[in-house]
Nanobody
Framework: QVHLQESGPGLVKPSQTLSLICTVS????????WSWIRQPPGKGPEWVGA???????YYSPSLKSRTSISRNTSKNQFTLHLSAVTPEDTAVYYC???????WGQGTQVTVSS
């Protein structure tokens, strides 16, 4: 069974870059697709982007100019970088993926000075 765990700072200042790591166990990130999803307070989930085993990365059109997703196969991790953040980027961020599209528990990120 694939297990995913998000990690990163819970507080980021406006204009800085948000960086989150998803550590995967029970499966290899060299296969299947792996995504980042976020849920702002009071709103529904929003897909941020993904990497796949044969192409990508792919990004949400609304976030593409600020988003970068990469993988570290030696650590079985994939990383999200979101630049020039504003308070509108405050959300619970989830990583998800694998053969059964498992989800991590999510991590709260707040953008505030």
């Amino acid at each position: 069974q694939v297990h995913l765990q998000e990690s990163g700072p819970g507080l980021v200042k406006p204009s800085q870059t948000l960086s989150l790591i998803c550590t995967v166990s029970g499966g290899s990130i060299t296969a299947n697709s792996w995504s980042w999803i976020r849920q702002p307070p009071g709103k529904g989930p929003e897909w941020v982007g993904a990497i796949t085993d044969d192409a990508g990365p792919y990004y949400s059109p609304s976030l593409k100019s600020r988003t970068s997703i990469s993988r570290n196969t030696s650590k079985n991790q994939f990383t999200l970088h979101l630049s020039a953040v504003t308070p509108e980027d405050t959300a619970v961020y989830y990583c998800a993926g694998g053969p059964e599209y498992s989800w991590g528990q999510g991590t709260q990120v707040t953008v505030s000075s």
